[in-house]
């Protein structure tokens, strides 16, 4: 419920659990007065009512007025600390009064309070929305404060879109120019967040190529902490969201969390600053780094949205809100309406760039013959693609490789009773291909310097439209002609050269052009489903998931490595986005051996695929894997659509625990998987979750095997008894069901 009180001009945002509140200070600026937990017992009228004065030092004190916490900072009004806007202005827009300078740039931005609008729809996705259709469509409100400068031709509209039941408020800024000249925006954030003084503690994750997600906790030190992304994808050294919370006071289960994830997928940053009043602010939205806006005359920009929320439940419960809130308000629901993912074969790992017409139908119809729903073929099907090194850009099934054309695979993965996918690179190229020698100029590039290349490849110029519009025909043409069900799309490099016809917007123009294009073809063939592919996890926020209905988390499939990697994904994704594939029992990239029982308690955790060279596997071996993919089908819509507890983290006693659960508490899926275990350590058992007390709960293993009945109130006090003979690498998955 958002409320306005015209008296002391004080905005309060009521959530679930929290509040959020500001005030509209004698100046008219908009100030930040408080956003925390709500009593228990308040009632949704209960209302902060503002304070006469709302900042309490004298303005004399010219050290102190930085300190100042204005909803929206902006340069000049705050010169000292981070601010969340920067603007230059050709010249002053009224005449100069006696004793101004003619030759003093104008480089400040004053914001003053004007008018608010509180709009309810049922607008899907985020600002800007992509008009796909999602899950929850119940209406809510969003409140947009707009506030003008009282010299220049500018407008900012602050807004605020409420999800109450998740506690979660996106912001945005939406930056007009009501004037003649052009604006020039030197960086702008999409919120600025005041957090209380001694939220110190942050949760957020690092990595790098296959080691993608690797959860780090550190303190903030008086200064300034910026974790970003400067290419045109999310990365694989960071990703885009945080949690925040006082050192020693929230924990897994317990306690207040501030959280906070981006929805865009480009060149972000996030800047956590603690002020010498100890206060905490983070600033998140376009990484500054070689990056203007420019606004012309007559024209919005509308930053990408910064998804904030508060949970009461520590760490688990900010999870579970953003996994709940991607669910059910970001992903996008295809045409077919299926609600649970499916079970993938993809070849890439049994056949890289040595495919065949022959090898392809084999795999295809032993991973009919297990259980999988859909098959996905990789690279190397088109143009010159024998190898990394050619072909990429000219999206032509290569006849050397299918001399009948791609349509008698599909037509025997559709008997079959599967669904096709293809993989493919769009914004990428390959100096040796057609495309290439056709438009040299097409590419990310300094006149007169080196194109470096990565992995044999340049990057497309999104900057230019007709990049984007040839790309789009030309995969629509591939949608339609092959019946694909499916795209995995990957991107497998930074830039280097960023040099575009659009300048330094490209760095926005690049995400623009990707999203338009999943969503144009979403649009114009709705059945279609993405999964999003960089390298592995390079490509993974809630502005990609907007469009995509997975995602693949790592190019590392080792089962011991997946634990740390999944484990960081799950802290702000749900498992019904995280493609997660089953692969030989010789890792190829770890050489360690797993067992199958290991590497499927990893992979169902997720939507589960397969990645093995089937044709290799004995009967015996391909029995175990369709008693697996069994199983799954069993379970996956508690992994997919339950609550996720983490009962136990591998920081904790080397083993992770994971329990999904219906919301209703009827089913759950328990999950252990064993890193390290030292000989004569006792891990203790930990109680489950979101179970009934009353309900008696049906215990099955993998193979549906009855193992035991327990009570709820068992299973919340006392958990599963730990076993002595646990090692690494050992795993139990078992189904619980209401009797
Ligand atoms: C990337 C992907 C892999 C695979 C290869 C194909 O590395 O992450 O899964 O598709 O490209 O070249």
Sequence with gaps: MIHFDAQTRTFNLNLRASYYAFQVDAEDRLVHLGWGRRPDDAGEEQVVAGQSAVFPFDRSWSFVVQFRPDEILTFGDVTTYQTTIKARFPSLSRPLAEGEASHVPIRDLRLRYSE???????????????GLPVRDTTPRQTLRVVLVDPVQSCTVTACYRLTPEHDIIERWLELEN???DAITFDHCYSASLHLPNGCTELTSVNGSWAREFCIQRSQLTPGSHVVESRTVTTGHNANPFFFLNNPGSAGEHDGIVYFGALAYSGSWQFTFEQLPTWDIRVHGGYNPFDSTITVVPGDIHRT????TGLSTEGWGGASRSLHAFTRERVLPV???GESERPVLYNSWEATAFDLSYENQVLLARTAAAIGVELFCVDDGWFGGRRSDRAGRGDWVVSADVFPEGLEPLVAEIERLGMKFGLWVEPEMVNPDSDLYRAHP???LHFPGRPRTESRNQLVLDFGRPEVVEYLFDLLSDLVRRYRIAFFKWDMNRMVTEPG???GTAIWRAHVKGVYSLMDRLREAHPTLEIQSCSGGGGRIDL???????????????????RMRIQEGFSLAYPARTMEAWVTHEHNHMTRRVTSLQLRFALAIRGVLGIGSSLDSLSQEELDGYASYIAFYKRIRHVIQQGHLYRLQRLDEYGSSIHEYCLPDGSEAVYSLVVETHPVGSFRPDPPLRGLRSNAIYRITDEQGTELESASGYQLMTLGFPGELKEYPGYSRTMHLKIR
């Design 543 to 561: 502005g990609i998931l907007a469009r995509t209905d997975q995602v693949w988390a790592s190019d590392n499939t080792d089962a011991f490595d």
């Design 116 to 130: 608010y609008t509180i709009a309810t729809d049922s607008q899907p996705g985020y600002a800007p929305v992509h």
């Design 178 to 180: 009501t004037g003649r």
């Design 334 to 336: 295809p045409a077919h």
């Design 441 to 443: 100029d097409w590419v």
């Design 304 to 307: 990408p949205a910064f998804v």
């Design 500 to 502: 575009s016809v659009a």
